[in-house]
């Protein structure tokens, strides 16, 4: 069985139902496992939302996490979608200050990255930047030397694609 720990990423169908997130985030820390992103709605369903959460975990440690999950009343199914063919997508809110000389850096990151202004707004303003995890790590690290005054991100969104 697999024992490198890494990043591990479950789609759980859940009852959309006050407490349900409470009890699916307690169940992994309660064991000691961290959720190092976590993205959640209701599906078309409102009856039913969706989580994507990542942890880090190897092969043996995540069985034990799903058969967990599954032991609440108000999760429907778990998914792990690490090893299937996923379409996956982070996005992030970059807020910068914008002087004479970041501006041209800063129009040519959003141009590589196939990012937009959200606002614009004086001496401020609001970039979003979507794709992989990788793409947005490299914007960030493009962008920090600019001057960020604030950012946020999604954590990662996920679809298994079509068989």
């Known amino acids: 069985m697999e024992r490198e720990k890494k990043e591990r990423i479950l789609s759980l169908l859940v009852s959309n139902k ?12 309660g064991r000691g496992y961290n959720i190092e992103t976590l993205c959640v709605d209701a599906t078309l369903d409102p009856k039913v ?4 959460l990542t942890t880090i975990a190897d092969q043996p440690t995540l069985t034990k996490i799903e058969k967990q999950l599954m032991k609440l009343i108000d999760v429907q199914q778990v998914t792990d979608l690490t090893k299937i063919a996923t379409v996956m997508r982070e996005m992030m809110l970059v ?21 937009r202004v959200v ?15 990788d793409d947005i790590e ?26």
């Open 49 to 52: 939302s969706k989580i994507i």
């Open 138 to 163: 490299k914007a960030l690290q493009s962008l920090k030397p600019l001057g960020i005054d604030d950012m946020s991100r999604t954590g990662i969104i996920a679809l298994e694609r079509t068989k």
């Open 95 to 115: 807020r910068m200050k914008l002087t004479e000389r970041n501006k041209a850096d800063i129009a040519l990151i959003i141009d590589t990255f196939g990012g």
């Open 18 to 29: 006050p407490d349900v997130l409470a009890r699916v985030a307690g169940t992994l820390g």
């Open 119 to 133: 606002t614009l707004n004086g001496d401020h303003c609001v970039i979003e930047i979507s794709g992989n995890r």
